[in-house]
């Protein structure tokens, strides 16, 4: 028997055998490996300055190239006609709007690099508006002033030579030297006059302007970037937020604590600055809370003190600046929430046994990426004080209805030091009480992340053979409160490590008890 369990635990081994499993013809589909990496993934979700429509993406699976490509497609907020606006050999990614919303930019690789491109938001041809010599990271629209803000890697001084040397096969690098960093740049759309913004041993990200165009924040880590495959993450641990005149002159510094602070966001009258933030830079596993600042500088103000989980990278000011939105994971499910500026009390705007992966907020209305654990993926619309009944628009993929899906549920059990264990439980298709089944065991990576109770392809693809699966999210995982992740912290290999019973039990009840056993 374990030897057998061992043997469904590696992933390439179960591939090519369930591969060539032969499966009966039924009335409804089962899902097969080539199904699985057919379901398109949608993404990226942003509402015109109108409120009229939505843009995002939808990436698919090319499997001539053996890759996924994404683009973008615009749809009104009714969901009738949407278009595809873009259609890139190696896709598009990043969809903004400009400031009237008569123009998307975006970014795509069409000549070697990422680079900004533009188009008219109800089609035509798209315009290249960047020229660097490496990809385009980020970049933002200005709200009035046609202008770009974007971020790219420096051109090494000695490129010439580091050129040769790769001409001339010699391919030693030095660790810890030669670096190059990422900058700051703003761009005209309509000149392409180009004026770069900041300048250092330092990279920089996120970049943000001001309501009035008059400032743009952004983040400054002091990692650079080697042409190695090696890379000290930890150099990263201590990111602080700045901001400088969108026309050029000296940064200013607005955070200094030894943690992160990333994702800067101005309040819609520039008064205030929101971002995350964490004071413990050597822990992976530290809280990232909501703050506040002004931007002259101060004291910040953490809003999410109390709150049970990190924030996450997703976090939106209300057009009248008393409150933020935010999304987080929490237990299986990610949620949006609302904090309110004045004494920072939270409200969960999102409810149900669904995950929100991503939203959008323009005005009144919010746009949300939003699925559960037997559809994937959909762009949702709701009025932002009625987020109880959001309305679909989008159907990213029609054909899951001809499939015969599994039933997944979350169990719970108690784990080491008395902690409640809760895990995913995905139920061989066409399950029958009282007969056994083969479990496989998916363990997360990390650790410090969570399985979360969504639609599972690769999951579906396992049942349609006959097997069982269960995801655990043991201590360590996030979802929980700090304790919980924290908890294996010195301890790794020791409790978190929690035998799973060799049996074939896939009722959810009965196998909660042999795990708390």
């Not at 179960?14 to 060539?20: K, P, Q």
Request: neutral net charge.
């Amino acid at each position: 028997m374990k030897k057998s369990l061992k043997f469904l635990l590696s992933p390439l081994v179960v591939i090519s055998i369930l591969a060539g499993l032969s499966i009966s013809t039924r009335a409804q589909k089962r899902m097969t490996i080539e199904d699985s990496l057919a379901v398109k993934q949608a993404g990226a979700p942003e509402i015109s300055p109108d409120a009229r429509r939505v843009a995002y993406t939808i990436s698919e699976w090319d499997q001539k190239e053996n890759r996924r490509v994404s683009h973008i497609w615009i749809s009104p907020l009714d969901g009738r006609r949407a278009i595809k606006l873009t259609n890139g050999e190696k896709g598009e990614s990043a969809p903004q709007w400009s400031a009237n919303g008569d123009r998307i930019a975006f970014l795509a690789d069409r000549g070697g690099s990422n680079q900004i491109w533009i188009i008219p938001s109800d089609g035509g041809e798209a315009e290249k508006l960047t020229s660097e010599d490496n990809s385009v990271q980020s970049f933002t629209w200005s709200h009035y002033t046609n202008t770009i803000a974007f971020i790219t890697r420096d051109v090494p001084k000695d490129k010439a030579e580091r050129e040769k040397r790769k001409k001339d096969k010699f391919d030693t690098i030095l660790v810890d030297s030669d670096y190059s960093y990422a900058h700051l740049w703003t761009i005209n759309v309509e000149t392409k006059e180009k004026k770069r913004l900041t300048e250092g041993a330092y990279s920089v990200s996120s970049p943000q302007f001001s309501p009035e165009d008059g400032s743009i924040a952004y983040v400054v880590s002091r990692t650079g970037t080697q042409e190695s495959t090696y890379t000290d993450i930890s150099e990263d641990r201590n990111t602080d937020i700045y901001v400088v005149p969108a026309q050029g002159g000296t940064p200013k510094q607005l955070t200094n604590s030894p943690g992160v602070e990333t994702n800067p966001q101005w309040s819609p009258y520039g008064n205030l600055i929101a971002y995350t933030g964490s004071s413990d830079p050597k822990s992976w596993a530290a809280k990232n809370d909501l703050m506040i600042m002004r931007p002259d500088g101060g004291s910040p103000k953490n809003l999410t003190r109390n709150f049970i989980e990190s924030t996450g990278q997703i976090v939106q000011w209300s057009r009248d600046g008393n409150s933020i939105y935010f999304n987080s994971g929490v237990g299986v499910y990610t949620h949006i929430y609302q904090a309110t500026v004045s004494d920072g009390k939270i409200a969960q705007i999102t409810k149900g046994n669904r995950n929100c992966a991503a939203f959008d907020i323009t005005g009144s209305i919010i746009a949300i990426l939003m699925g559960d654990n037997l559809s994937s993926d959909d762009i949702w619309i709701a009025p932002l004080d009625r987020t109880d009944n959001p309305g679909k628009i989008t159907q990213i993929n029609p054909q899951l209805k001809d499939f015969s899906l599994a039933e997944t549920s979350v169990i719970k059990w108690k784990g080491p030091d008395n902690l409640d264990i809760e895990g995913i439980l995905v139920k061989p298709l066409g399950y029958e009480p009282g007969k056994r089944y083969p479990l496989i065991l998916q363990i997360h990576g990390g650790p410090y992340g969570r399985f979360s109770d969504t639609f599972n392809s690769r999951a579906q693809f396992f049942a349609a053979n006959g097997y069982a699966l269960l995801m655990p999210n043991p201590r360590g995982s996030t979802g929980y409160g700090h304790e919980f992740t924290v908890a294996n912290v010195g301890d790794w290999g020791g409790k978190f490590i929690v035998p799973i019973p060799t049996v074939h039990v896939i009722d959810p009840k009965e196998l909660s008890k042999e795990l708390s056993k």
